[in-house]
């Protein structure tokens, strides 16, 4: 997505919900950690082979507070991938820029993309301030996201 993993995530696949550690920690503090599970413990061949390769869906929530919710497709798996040589993860496609973090959800969202696009709205100086600069909302870089994503370079963005 382009966020710096700054706030709390969860995928949700069927019933369960898998996290980082802390996050469980405290999901825990509530009462509620029964069906979480460690996020490295987890690898995504196993997801996918439990949510029955192609086709198959799972949710990815992140910052909790904003309340981002994605629903994510297996659109295609390798034949056959050896437990021992997974291949990474790779989007194959998508549209539009990822919201700069912070914004507010998709309602932050959308007074955001207000602001920016209206040089006589009283908050556009502010707005360009707090983003240090230009915005397109339209742009998506296929090959820059799969790039930056390279196991490694995680959170450099």
């Known amino acids: 997505m382009g966020w710096?993993?700054?706030h709390a995530h969860e995928f949700r696949v069927g019933e369960r919900?898998?996290?980082p550690d802390w996050w469980i920690q405290e999901i825990e503090l509530d009462g509620g950690a029964q069906n979480y599970q460690d996020e490295r413990r987890v690898s995504v061949a196993t997801v996918v082979r439990e949510l029955g390769g192609v086709g198959g869906e799972f949710g990815y929530h992140y910052d909790m507070g904003d309340s981002w919710v994605h629903r994510c497709v297996i659109e295609m798996t390798p034949a056959a991938w050896p437990e021992?040589?997974?291949p990474t993860p790779a989007c194959?496609?998508?549209?539009?820029a990822c919201?700069?973090?912070?914004?507010?959800?998709?309602?932050?969202y959308a007074h955001f993309l207000e602001c920016i696009g209206d040089r006589l709205h009283p908050e556009y100086a502010d707005t360009l301030r707090w983003i240090r600069?230009?915005?397109?909302?339209?742009?998506?870089d296929l090959n820059r996201l799969?790039?930056?994503w390279k196991p490694g370079r995680r959170g450099v963005r």
């Open 84 to 86: 021992f040589e997974l």
């Open 17 to 19: 919900c898998i996290g």
């Open 4 to 6: 710096q993993d700054s």
């Open 92 to 96: 194959t496609g998508g549209e539009n």
């Open 99 to 108: 919201p700069t973090e912070d914004v507010g959800g998709s309602h932050g």
């Open 133 to 140: 600069g230009v915005f397109d909302p339209k742009g998506f």
């Open 146 to 148: 799969n790039r930056d």
